[in-house]
């Protein structure tokens, strides 16, 4: 689909747990540069192909790519089309860069230990869980990005905003003569899923603050439809956050609850629990322990004072 002149969102349908990312292309004097590049694997691979070929594009004109985030779905086929593309340049900001030259650190972004100390028995291994249908890869990038970098690509002028709380180097580009911008998984179907050790609770609203301070018209999600109402949006987003804090302060008024008394506060479906439950349950008592409002005594947390 055609945004702007030379702008291109190639959209991808959700069909799976974790799809491919949805991809912008830009074309500029020297071919093509693109924002994500989808999953691995030869389904992911074929579907990524055909997105760009249904907008008359040609993926041999890719010379730059860059990446919101090292997560499987966004950059796993980068080592596919640096093979072969070998003059390929891919950009990532600058925290991300070690998770994309070595992928094992990605189990402590997301907190894998957590199951394994809370479900006694029980394991996570990020890498096998995109194993099976949406593998990932290793790069170098050949350029690191920091907040306020701006890339030029034709008469397009992409800013670079740090935007943490999904993924400690997670990027956001922002095109500010157009008021459109690309948020990687920040915003799109649903909120999504942080951790402690990703930026959490906190790194999430300080990244949507940080949206809220821009003169917006369009947001461009990795994952879902063109979203024409930013403001509310992102507003929406912040508040379904806030309302997970609040329902968990509204149980311990009841009484102190055990860390498995809590999750079903915040997620029904006990398949969800081990993950991203975990993960995210975790952010939030975390922040409240620190806010001194939470503490935690013999394997339950309860309301300061009480």
């Known amino acids: 689909m055609q945004i702007y002149k030379d702008f291109y969102y190639l959209k991808v349908n959700k069909s799976g747990v974790v799809d491919s990312s949805s991809i912008v292309a830009i074309r500029d004097p020297e071919g093509l540069v693109c924002i994500e590049i989808g999953g691995g694997g030869e389904?992911?691979?074929?579907?990524?192909?055909?997105?760009?070929e249904q907008d008359g594009l040609r993926v041999s004109d890719i010379h730059t790519i860059i990446i919101t985030h090292t997560h499987a779905d966004h950059m796993g086929s980068i080592a596919h089309f640096k093979q072969m593309i070998p003059e390929l340049k891919i950009m990532d900001h600058e925290v991300d860069a070690p998770f994309l030259q070595d992928n094992t650190l990605l189990n402590g972004i997301f907190d894998a230990d957590l199951v394994a100390r809370l479900f006694p028995g029980n394991s996570f291994d990020i890498l096998e869980f995109y194993r099976s249908f949406c593998p990932i890869s290793e790069a170098k990038p050949d350029r690191t990005l920091r907040e306020g970098d701006q890339l030029v690509f034709g008469e397009y002028i992409l800013e670079v905003i740090h935007t943490p709380g999904h993924h400690p180097g997670h990027i956001s580009l922002y095109e500010r003569n157009r008021g459109a911008i690309f948020v990687g998984d920040m915003l799109g179907m649903e909120v999504p899923f942080y951790?402690?050790?990703?930026?959490?609770?906190?790194?999430?609203?300080?990244?949507?603050?940080?949206?809220?301070?821009?003169?917006?018209?369009?947001?461009?999600?990795?994952?879902?439809?063109?979203?024409?109402?930013?403001?509310?949006?992102?507003?929406?987003?912040?508040?379904?956050?806030?309302?997970?804090?609040?329902?968990?302060?509204?149980?311990?008024?009841?009484?102190?609850?055990?860390?498995?008394?809590?999750?079903?506060?915040?997620?029904?479906?006990?398949?969800?629990?081990m993950f991203p439950g975990a993960a995210i349950l975790y952010s939030h008592l975390e922040k409240l322990k620190r806010d001194g409002i939470v503490q935690e005594r013999d394997g339950h947390y309860r309301l300061m004072g009480s």
Do not use: D
Request: charged share 25%.
């Open 195 to 273: 951790t402690p050790s990703s930026g959490g609770m906190e790194g999430y609203l300080a990244s949507m603050e940080k949206y809220s301070a821009l003169e917006l018209t369009l947001i461009i999600p990795s994952h879902g439809e063109l979203i024409e109402n930013p403001g509310e949006t992102i507003e929406a987003a912040a508040q379904k956050v806030k309302r997970r804090e609040q329902r968990l302060l509204e149980a311990l008024k009841e009484n102190p609850r055990t860390f498995h008394e809590l999750l079903p506060e915040l997620f029904r479906s006990t398949l969800q629990h």
């Open 43 to 52: 389904q992911n691979i074929r579907q990524t192909i055909a997105l760009f």
